[in-house]
């Protein structure tokens, strides 16, 4: 392709990015198109010849923006926000461009590299302590996954080759197979899908553990478990404390359950993939009270910290135990630096990965810290309003503490009723709500996701739910 026209098309697109973005609030958050509805819009096969640039920004709007949900309008207020900013999408292009694939530190030494000291920036930022950090000099260090789910899995497999380790020591006569079929793994009830997951592609048992009035795994509840899967012949090994459950946003004591686990030498985790980002403000640090006995710890700048999807933070104190568990060392991949610096691709599922640090270093050098913490304050106040909005309306309830930017609520009505309310909401189109279910109590999560967010945004919210609450009780009424 000519250059210049690539000098065009960059600058007729960063043109149409932007008009997108700063004009999202027009757009229906919600496609109105059913399965299929792109099929007769293209062609059955790709074009022998080129076809012309602005025949394809046309179709932009024609064909693709009738099917995006847009996540990034502030009356988006489903599932948790996923970040997104103009210094991580330039840097995601610089990305593109140099197009490097950092699997080793010789692959592309400014990858590794720079993804070291962004992840000890990071820690920073959030006080870990610095058993975890590698400026430590110690054992420790972060990497960038793709994924919270990742993250969970990587953790479980590195703690499954430690585990088997140790018992093959105290049992040499034992095979792998022996001590795999004993193996049992612990999250909670309310933690994501993906933490259950992470045991079924581990091929392990994994226990889920019931949780206190306010959502939370307590430490009780945890030994409990752990002794009775020992009285079984069962083998604990790893556990994952949620802080900021998908369901509510609940934090798990992580305290309390980091005293079982190192006790017992199981393998803490910590999965804060939204809620993380908050630990940045040192007024919300005391959700991760316990954080020192964790064995690894991860959470999601790409959920909730201007970085664009994906960038996963994960850090271990001893990755030992990963780079055993996923070291594959073809003579292809070798080099002379081996041992001086990180190689990643032991530290990940995948081989290949993308230059993903240039996001957080764009991000935290264009914003710096006190902007990022912010923009978090912003969102959780604005959750805050909108919970007194809830709260002053009789006919609707909060279900759980209001913490971060996530606000749980229902009608006083039955299951039904709260499940067309939400029909109703959805199918306007004007926002876009997901439920949520614990112990048979169906409600409906209203998120904070925007970074154009704005207090007037959340009224406007709750007068559309107002609104689809009084046709569904008129309707309720007539009915009766």
């Known amino acids: 392709m000519d250059p210049n026209a690539f000098k065009d098309f960059s600058k007729e697109m960063a043109d149409f990015i932007t008009n997108y973005l700063e004009n999202i609030r027009d757009r229906r958050v919600l496609p109105n198109v059913e399965p299929g509805y792109m099929k007769p819009l293209l062609p059955n096969e790709a074009p022998q010849t080129p076809e012309k640039w602005q025949d394809i920004m046309g179709d932009l709007e024609k064909i693709i923006m009738p099917g995006v949900t847009h996540w990034h309008s502030p009356r988006f207020h489903a599932y948790f926000p996923t970040a997104q900013s103009y210094p991580a999408i330039v840097a ?234 996923f070291n594959v060392d073809p003579l292809y991949l070798k080099h002379d630096m081996q041992g001086s610096a990180p190689d990643y691709r032991h530290w990940q599922i995948p081989l290949g990965r993308r230059f993903r640090a240039l996001k957080l270093w764009f991000v935290l050098r264009l914003y710096g810290v006190e902007n990022l913490q912010a923009y978090i304050r912003n969102h959780i106040a604005q959750a805050h309003e909108f919970e007194s909005m809830v709260q002053a309306d009789s006919r609707f309830e909060i279900v759980a503490e209001v913490i971060m930017g996530l606000v749980c609520f229902r009608l006083k009505a039955s299951n039904d009723v709260n499940e067309a309310l939400l029909k109703k909401i959805n199918g306007a189109g004007y926002i876009h709500l997901v439920p949520s279910k614990i112990n048979d109590t169906y409600f409906l999560r209203l998120a904070i996701c925007s970074r154009f967010s704005e207090s007037k945004d959340i009224q406007n919210s709750w007068r559309e739910i107002k609104l689809r609450a009084d046709e569904v009780l008129a309707e309720q009424s007539t009915s009766k």
Request: charged share 20%.
């Open 92 to 325: 995601d292009m610089l990305s593109g461009a140099i197009a490097c694939i950092g699997f080793t530190w010789i692959a592309s030494p400014a990858c590794t590299e720079l993804e070291v000291i962004m992840l000890d920036w990071l820690g920073k930022m959030l006080d870990l302590p610095k058993e975890f950090l590698a400026c430590s000099g110690g054992k420790g260090g972060g990497v960038i996954q793709g994924t919270a789910s990742e993250a969970t899995l990587v953790a479980l497999l590195g703690a499954k080759v430690k585990k088997i380790q140790e018992i093959k020591e105290q049992h040499p006569s034992w095979t792998d197979n022996d001590i795999l079929g004993k193996l049992v793994a612990y999250g909670s009830c309310q933690a994501h899908s993906s933490v259950e997951r992470a045991g079924l592609l581990g091929g392990v048992k994994f226990h889920l553990l019931d949780v206190d009035g306010k959502f939370r795994v307590r430490g009780e509840t945890l030994a409990e478990a752990i002794r009775e899967d020992k009285e079984k012949g069962l083998i604990p090994f790893y556990a994952v404390a949620t802080l900021g459950t998908t369901c509510s946003c609940a934090f798990d004591c992580l305290d309390e359950m980091g005293i079982i686990a190192n006790r017992e030498g199981v393998w803490l985790h910590v999965d804060a993939a939204y809620a993380g980002s908050a630990f940045i403000c040192p007024e919300f640090r005391y959700l991760m009270k316990g954080i020192e006995k964790a064995d690894s710890f991860n959470f999601n700048p790409h959920k909730w910290m201007l970085v664009n999807f994906d960038c996963s933070a994960m850090w271990l104190k001893d990755p030992t135990y990963i780079v055993n568990a």
